[in-house]
């Protein structure tokens, strides 16, 4: 066993490597607790599918234009992040329904669920690494 002497004595002659450590930490506990306690779950690619497809999930995708036209999940809904808010009266309609929320990468539709949520939607969904793990899932895109 090692005496708590030698702990203390590594992080002082090691204090960059600790404090990427503790940086590290911090944001795996955000990622994994953070949408927990906004109220939305992060889904992977095979979840969302089987929410499609079982329950009649809607897709919303608020990447930029000129991303959603490179590829994006067949039969989403389409709104910019920027434009959310003031279009989510056209998201009404599917207030019933689990609304899956994807991005690039999973950052921005995080935002998005949490207006979702505050908004009064109950199945709220994080598409987990967004469109990028969705193609690397080797799941069809659409471009039309």
């Known amino acids: 066993m090692v005496p708590i002497e030698q702990y203390i004595e590594f992080a002082q002659n090691h204090m960059l490597l600790v404090g990427a450590l503790v940086v590290t ?5 955000h990622n994994l ?4 306690l906004r109220g939305f779950k992060s889904v ?7 929410l ?11 990447r930029e234009d000129n991303e959603y036209h490179t590829g994006h999940i067949l039969n989403s809904v389409h709104i910019p992040l920027g434009r959310v808010k003031s279009r989510l009266g056209e998201l009404e309609q599917y207030r019933n329904k ?16 949490s207006v979702l949520k505050k908004s009064g939607f109950e199945s709220v969904y994080n598409l987990g690494g967004g469109i ?8 069809p895109v659409s471009k039309k």
């Not at 930490?25 to 506990?29: D, K, P, R, S």
């Not at 992977?44 to 089987?50: L, Y």
């Not at 499609?52 to 608020?62: F, G, S």
């Open 25 to 29: 930490l911090a944001m795996l506990t």
């Open 132 to 139: 990028m793990a969705w193609q690397n899932a080797n799941l």
């Open 44 to 50: 992977s690619p095979a979840e969302a599918t089987q």
């Open 33 to 36: 607790l953070g949408s927990r």
């Open 98 to 113: 689990p609304v899956i929320v994807g991005c690039r990468s999973g950052s921005r539709s995080g935002h998005v669920c």
């Open 52 to 62: 499609i497809n079982r329950e009649d999930a809607v897709v919303l995708d608020v």
